[in-house]
């Protein structure tokens, strides 16, 4: 049986065929639909968990009691889990444990680019590249099996075109694995320096053997072609190949990390040139280099974001990459996002407002532009604490999402409160994981399948973390909300403000839109400066309401100091 899956669908389509019992996640594009699809089976027990390392040790956990587990996540959730994946490498498994990461060159939704195939070689663990939806399936599944044969986490990368390029997918019915008996072995799974030096022994033994492995593999194949160039290639970059040179000979690999060295080499006499074509590092092209092949490969230009067709004709020729601008949509708020309320205020206050990982990263863009940095998860807290100590004369504000607070604020606010800090924290929340397309989180009480569970309650949390003041606003009050946090700087005090108003992809209910004199309108400019899809400029500075995008929240209505646009309470 065929069904069109897209590359996430075919991972938890994969993990579910392949036994698996547990599967753990924090949602992050690209990654997000894995675990949202893994959720449709109910033989699985998937969870949202708190953040990455949290989900990595939580399926860590399971597999070492023997079941067959999954860790999802985009590449910068990796980072919060690369404590316990290092440590994984040595203690090993019992059931099969695959890391699923999704890189995302071109960061269409990320803060950096990374190319998470370096981890194979920084943990000593095997990593595996498919090329599209119906590889992503299969290699799920092998990549189980090694992990059990070897007794190792395996590492199956993805990219953003794989994770969400649709494909014709066979699929197949679900095998039950029998859970592996738990084993009591402190010497294996206790990683206290003498255990470590035994287990570090296991791992180079273990990685003589997939080398091995990586020689027979099927997933590391050569596509006999013609013509004097021979491409290496993986992943995504197999397909731009394809499609740029499809009567070339090709050694696709499948296992991308160790390298085949036998078979490269085997391949590289067969050809007169050898092109490396892969995006962002030069991982294979450095280890072919390392080998004593001579390769073709792209110009240092080219490690910024994603190939294409074109950009393999441009490889072969020897060309640089020149940057081209991109055209698209501008990215802001939704009508009526609450997000929008907040930073209204923080930008007329002038405040330096420190940022986080979540829609409100959007409050930087112009014309808003009141959101100042905005480096990864958490720092909404812990910025504030040390701009505080570098910028005594600043005002500085840090803002943070319900569930970004949940993920890494916790610990920040408690050190500042442990180390005396004063400043603002303004929790925005909105109710939801909204960036990601609208998770449950732990204050929303419910879980990935939306079944009632313990809902975390922020105020207690905040003020035991040794928060002086917490207050609980609706930052759709304008004016209150600025005299709350003008009031809360002024104090010598660590405050948190938990800003809440539900994510309109919640709260869909529209009001009616605001009503327009043009005659009392000053073509000031400032209701535009809310930034409002509804609201475009017209000739000669006057505006125009777009009823069809409108939902009525009237922010543009308590910005107007004329009176032209007022609230319709018809």
Not at 381 to 400: C, F, K, S
Not at 448 to 471: F, H, M, Y
Not at 528 to 553: E, M, R, S
Request: proline share 5%; net charge negative.
């Amino acid at each position: 049986m065929r069904v069109l899956l897209s590359g996430n669908e075919a991972v938890a389509r994969g993990a579910w065929e392949a036994g698996v019992a547990v599967a753990c996640a924090y949602p992050g594009t690209p990654s997000t639909e894995i675990l949202e699809n893994v959720a449709l089976y109910p033989e699985i027990d998937a969870q949202w968990s708190v953040n990455e390392k949290v989900a990595y040790e939580v399926a860590l956990g399971a597999a070492m009691g023997g079941r067959r587990s999954l860790f999802a996540c985009k590449h910068v959730g990796l980072n919060v889990a690369m404590d316990p994946l290092m440590t994984s490498s040595y203690t090993g498994i019992s059931g099969g444990f695959v890391v699923v990461v999704c890189d995302d060159p071109q960061m269409h939704s990320s803060q950096n680019e990374q190319d998470t195939r370096w981890v194979g070689i920084f943990g000593k663990l095997p990593v595996l590249e498919p090329a599209g939806p119906g590889e992503a399936r299969e290699f799920v599944k092998e990549a189980f099996a090694i992990s059990e044969e070897y007794d190792t986490p395996v590492l199956l990368r993805m990219t953003t075109r794989v994770s969400h390029t649709k494909e014709d997918v066979e699929i197949s019915e679900r095998v039950e694995v029998e859970p592996r008996p738990f084993v009591r072995d402190v010497a294996k799974y206790v990683m206290i320096p003498k255990n470590a030096r035994g287990r570090h022994v296991v791992v180079e033994a273990r990685m003589a053997r997939l080398q091995a492995l990586a020689e027979r593999m099927p997933c590391n194949r050569v596509e006999e072609g013609c013509g004097k160039l021979g491409f290496v290639t993986a992943g995504v970059s197999y397909n731009y190949v394809k499609e740029a040179y499809p009567e070339a000979s090709v050694l696709k690999l499948g296992m991308a990390y160790p390298f085949c060295d036998e078979k490269i080499a085997e391949f590289a006499g067969t050809v007169e040139q050898v092109v490396v074509v892969e995006e962002l590092d030069p991982f294979i092209e450095d280890h072919l280099k390392a080998l004593g092949i001579a390769v073709t490969a792209k110009d240092a230009s080219f490690r910024i974001g994603e190939l294409g067709t074109a950009f393999v004709r441009d490889i072969v020729e020897g060309k640089k990459k020149h940057a081209t601008p991109v055209t698209a949509r501008k990215p802001l708020f939704c009508a009526g996002c609450p997000h929008r309320f907040a930073f209204v205020v923080l930008k007329k206050m002038r405040v330096y407002v420190a940022g986080d990982i979540g829609c409100y990263a959007l409050a930087s863009l112009p014309p808003l532009s009141s959101l100042h940095t905005c480096i990864c998860m958490g720092t909404g807290v812990t910025l504030v604490e040390g701009l505080g100590l570098a910028m005594r004369d600043e005002r500085v504000v840090g803002v943070l999402g319900d569930s970004t607070f949940v993920h890494s604020g916790i610990t920040g606010l408690i050190n500042a409160a442990y180390n005396k800090a004063k400043g603002v924290v303004v929790i925005l929340d909105n109710s939801i994981t909204a960036m990601t397309g609208g998770q449950q989180n732990p204050t929303t009480g419910l879980t990935i399948r939306n079944e009632p569970t313990k809902k975390l309650d922020l105020e207690k949390l905040c003020q035991s973390c040794g928060a002086d003041n917490v207050d609980v606003i609706d930052h759709s009050d304008i004016a209150a909300f600025e005299k709350l946090v003008t009031e809360r700087l002024a104090e010598d005090a660590l405050s948190v403000i938990i800003a809440r108003s539900p994510c309109k992809m919640i709260d869909r209910r529209r009001r009616p839109v605001p009503a327009y004199e043009q005659e009392l309108c000053k073509q000031c400019g400032l209701c535009l400066q809310i930034d409002c899809p509804a609201l475009t400029a017209i000739d000669d500075g006057f505006i125009a309401i777009d009823g069809n995008v409108c939902v009525g929240c009237n922010l543009c209505t308590d910005v107007c100091r004329f009176g032209a646009l007022k609230k319709n309470e018809a």
